[in-house]
């Protein structure tokens, strides 16, 4: 198995231009976790998807930013428009189940640059 | 106000000894402790975890304890190795459909 899959690697832009990083769960996988991860507020859920429906977005941290869920095998997570303050890594994770304590796999990350 | 805290933000250990990961968290209803590890440029993998209803549970070298009256659980790594070197997050959960919370992370360095 390929693992998580995300894309970009890494993504530089400038204020005020969209941005949108893309995640390939783990063919099966039902839960999907869109984390970011900066150096002062540690690694932060943003949303969770079960079965492509968002359960728990309150992560999210202003209508900048949106994800979706089309299908079981593809998840993008937008930010419109973007600001230096957005800059961090972004990393997808999935799991088997539904509870929390399924055991969460982890992609390489997005790191995101905004200038 | 952090919920999961890693009050190191790293530990510098000789090869052969052994490495103590701390972490302490504020919520009592916290039943499930699990341990990441993160490689640089890659994302975190998962180590250990552990219930509430246990104190100690151990995977080869990694053994991880749960003081549940002092809210306090480590990490120990028996013998440390080269390859141990990464960021380590300690994360928890509890019943009821709610995130994991993770905290910052402790920077473990094995020296040869």
């Known amino acids: 198995d390929a693992g998580v899959i995300q894309s970009p690697r890494h993504e530089v832009t400038e204020m005020g231009q969209e941005v949108t990083l893309r995640c390939k769960p783990i063919s099966g996988h039902n839960s999907l976790f869109w984390y970011r991860q900066t150096m002062m507020r540690g690694l932060e859920l943003l949303i969770y998807f079960n079965n492509n429906v968002p359960i728990d977005d309150s992560g999210m941290p202003e209508d900048r930013f949106s994800a979706k869920m089309p299908n079981a095998s593809f998840s993008t997570l937008k930010i419109q428009p973007s600001e230096p303050r957005d800059s961090a890594v972004y990393f997808c994770?999935?799991?088997?189940?539904?509870?929390?304590?399924?055991?969460?796999?982890f992609g390489p990350g997005t790191r995101l640059l905004v200038l | 106000d952090q919920q999961v805290k890693q009050n190191s933000p790293s530990l510098s250990v000789q090869e052969g000894r052994i490495s103590i990961l701390n972490c302490d968290y504020t919520n009592s209803m916290f039943d499930y402790f699990l341990w990441y590890k993160k490689y640089p440029a890659e994302g975190p993998t998962f180590l250990i975890s552990?219930?509430?209803?246990?104190d100690k549970n151990e995977d080869g070298r990694f053994t991880v304890f749960l003081n549940k009256s002092a809210k306090h659980l480590s990490l120990h790594i028996v013998p440390s190795q080269p390859g141990d070197s990464a960021v380590y997050f300690c994360a928890a959960s509890y019943s009821g459909n709610t995130p994991l919370v993770f905290g910052k992370g402790t920077r473990l360095s094995v020296i040869a």
């Open positions: 994770a999935s799991s088997g189940g539904q509870g929390w304590q399924e055991t969460q796999y």
């Open positions: 552990i219930s509430s209803i246990k």
